[in-house]
């Protein structure tokens, strides 16, 4: 079950943002006993990919907070996104070692899925909402909201590795959370719509 949860709460980060629970799950890996990972999963923990995921990170923290260019970087993200979710997802649930399950550890194709959907819902989620953002406040809230959705991905990361049985609640609000702010940003999008109309 803790297993799951992990693997849940980190792929639903990553649709937030793709680097940030890779970079957690390769640095706890790499410098501490907190997640070991199974043979297959360990080029996650090696220099190159940390070093890649940071560059990808920076520039993410970056270009996401910019009008109109968070939008391609959406684009982009909805392959890369996804992707990580299942490859998080994958690595974590097998190398849990609190759930002593050979299940996961055997089928991590099953993970793989799971992460990849999670981390989908999510992301199309972000990427829906993003658009009225922009056009809602003329520019000016998306780099609020980026912030915004960068810690959520670090805090849901941190929960997921360290207090699994929480990601159940943090999902719940995730799911609340993009739900009322994409509602509230398209009525303040087609209100300010019917305005310039008006005029």
Known sequence: MFAVLTGAGLSAAAGLNAYI?????????RFTDVITLPGGWQWIESWWALGIGA???????????????DS?????GSVIRPATGGVIAAATQSANALDHSSFLQDHEWIAFVGGLLVAGVVHVGKA???????????????????TVEDA?????????VFVPILVIV?????AWA?????RRMRG????????????
Do not use: C, M, Q
Not at 178 to 182: E, G, N, Q
């Open 170 to 174: 943090a999902l719940i609000v995730l």
């Open 128 to 146: 829906s909402a993003r658009p009225a953002v922009n056009l809602g406040t003329a520019g000016i809230g998306a780099p609020i909201v980026s």
């Open 72 to 76: 391609v970087n959406d684009i982009a």
């Open 178 to 182: 993009l739900w009322k702010w994409a």
């Open 152 to 160: 959520s991905s670090l805090g849901l990361s941190l929960i997921a």
């Open 55 to 69: 560059v990808l990170l920076i520039s993410e923290l970056v270009l996401d907070k910019i009008p109109v260019v």
């Open 188 to 199: 303040f999008a087609r209100r300010r719509r019917d305005a310039e109309h008006a005029t």
């Open 21 to 29: 629970p890779f970079l957690i799950v390769g640095l706890l890996a």
